[in-house]
């Protein structure tokens, strides 16, 4: 069973899959503007929702931190910049295969 656990390195803005602590995979992501930061912290996923409407793309992976979260986007060239409410953005197809690997109570670390 494996153990695994997301940390989002908001400097170099990536989002690592860890087992254990062997990093898995690595997804490019956006994240918050200046104004509209993405929190560091330690979070968990607490919920999941497929195709969430709106400028959420594919999946939608609820954080718990109110009105945070990891999710797809509408705008794929968006991933990489600093763009986003304080959200993680991902591509919807690497959101998808992100989603499908962790349950919900997938712990979630951002640093800075």
Known sequence: ???????????DRKLYL?????VTRAFPVG????VTMTPSGEYTIINKQA???GPFGAFWMGLSRPHY???????????GHE?????IRMHNEDVLALSALVPI??????RP
């Not at 860890?18 to 062997?22: E, H, I, P, S």
């Not at 979260?69 to 991933?79: A, F, L, M, R």
């Not at 109570?105 to 951002?110: D, E, H, K, Y």
């Open 1 to 11: 069973m494996p153990d695994y656990r997301i940390i989002v390195d908001l400097s």
């Open 69 to 79: 979260g990891i999710h797809g986007t509408n705008d794929p060239s968006s991933i």
């Open 31 to 34: 994240i918050g503007r200046m």
């Open 105 to 110: 109570g997938t712990r979630v670390s951002i």
């Open 51 to 53: 195709h969430p409407g």
């Open 18 to 22: 860890l087992d254990g602590n062997v």
């Open 83 to 87: 763009v986003s409410h304080g959200c």
